[in-house]
Nanobody, 124 residues
Framework: QVQLVESGGGLVQAGDSLRLSCVAS????????MGWFRQAPGKEREFVAG????????YYADSVKGRFTISRDNAKNTVYLQMNSLRPEDTAVYYC?????????????????WGQGTQVTVFS
């Protein structure tokens, strides 16, 4: 089992940037792919970005492509989500997740562990 703790959320203006962090413990972090999801009020949780175990493969939702960047530091057991050019529609609780596999994953069933989430609110 792996424990995940997110941080870095906040209240920002449209066009601003934020960097989310997720620190993992309890399982060999570097063996598994990681992902970020988000859930807005009244909506289902959706995939945002994913990265494979070795950080040489990434995948993004179309809605964030070109604005968000996922990265990981296996030495620090940490995955990041750099979010630039934020929009009000990016407002959501953002969740970090650890995959069952080492290749990039994009769907909820492929992930076995979840963090508690961090709130991102973007105002215009």
């Amino acid at each position: 089992q792996v424990q995940l703790v997110e941080s870095g959320g906040g209240l920002v203006q449209a066009g601003d940037s934020l960097r989310l962090s997720c620190v993992a413990s309890g399982r060999t972090f570097s063996n598994y792919a990681m992902g970020w999801f988000r859930q807005a009020p009244g909506k289902e949780r959706e995939f945002v970005a994913g990265i494979n175990w070795s950080a040489d493969r990434t995948y993004y939702a179309d809605s964030v492509k070109g604005r968000f960047t996922i990265s990981r530091d296996n030495a620090k057991n940490t995955v990041y989500l750099q979010m630039n050019s934020l929009r009000p529609e990016d407002t959501a609780v953002y969740y970090c997740a650890s995959s069952r596999f080492n290749v990039v994953a994009t769907s909820l069933p492929e992930f076995r562990s979840w963090g508690q989430g961090t709130q991102v609110t973007v105002f215009s």
